[in-house]
């Protein structure tokens, strides 16, 4: 199974600015996915990028997909309060999926 | 529309009593399952998957076991907890598809005293 490893481990930021969120892997994969748990709730999936793309926009969500470096990145722009939660990445095989530790972001009013 | 029901929300059980945790997904047919379980502060291990009835793959060898006997039924077991097994369990869905997303429950906050 592949693995995603998210960086930072936390990130704190005032409303308003910028949060980006970096996630690396190890073996070739057919889609990366985001996903956010706000405390002591299961995961929503946020977005999903395929291998064969480059960037993706949802909302105030833009990933990026780096697949010769293994990386992928999440900007979350404008941040809210309600923006506050942790952040995993996935990067997807077929029938497993593996979460790697997180990105904890807080945004402060 | 496609619904997931984990319960119970909290279980407080003493060291040596069995568990049961109980999935159940609706409005879909032939999911995968999992069950993840995520320690205080950390991400989530991959426990059990199921890509059909009666069929379990294990990921990591430990004191639980799972059950699939329905389509849409996925149940998490141990005949004699341990204080390591507390944490919080997540059962999620997923189509057979390569690109579908995983669909979580609300999860189970056990603590084993």
């Known amino acids: 199974s592949q693995q995603g490893e998210e960086d930072p481990q936390a990130l704190s930021i005032q409303e308003g600015e910028n949060a980006t969120m970096n996630c690396s892997y190890k073996?070739?994969?057919?889609?990366l996915q985001w996903y956010r748990q706000n405390s002591g709730r299961g995961l929503v999936h946020l977005i999903l990028i395929r291998s064969n793309e480059r960037e993706k926009h949802s909302g105030r969500l833009r990933v990026t997909l780096d697949t010769s470096k293994k990386s992928s990145s999440l900007l979350i722009t404008a941040s809210r309060a309600a923006d506050t939660a942790s952040y995993f990445c996935?990067?997807?095989?077929?029938?497993?999926?593996?979460f790697g530790k997180g990105t904890m972001l807080l945004v402060s009013p | 529309s496609q619904t997931i029901h984990q319960w119970p929300a909290t279980l407080v059980q003493p060291v040596g009593s069995p568990l049961s945790l109980e999935c159940t997904v609706e409005g879909t047919s032939n999911p995968n399952l999992y069950w993840y379980r995520q320690a205080a502060g950390r991400g989530l291990q991959l426990l059990f998957y199921s890509v059909g009835i009666g069929q379990i793959s294990s990921e990591v060898p430990q004191n639980l076991s799972a059950s699939r006997p329905q389509d849409r039924q996925f149940i998490l077991s141990s005949k004699k907890l341990l204080l390591s097994d507390s944490g919080f369990y997540l059962c999620?869905?997923?189509?057979?598809?390569?690109?579908?997303?995983?669909?979580f429950g609300n999860g189970t906050r056990l603590t084993v005293t």
């Open positions: 073996t070739s994969i057919n889609n």
């Open positions: 999620a869905w997923r189509t057979g598809h390569e690109s579908s997303p995983l669909h």
């Open positions: 996935v990067a997807s095989g077929y029938s497993t999926l593996t």
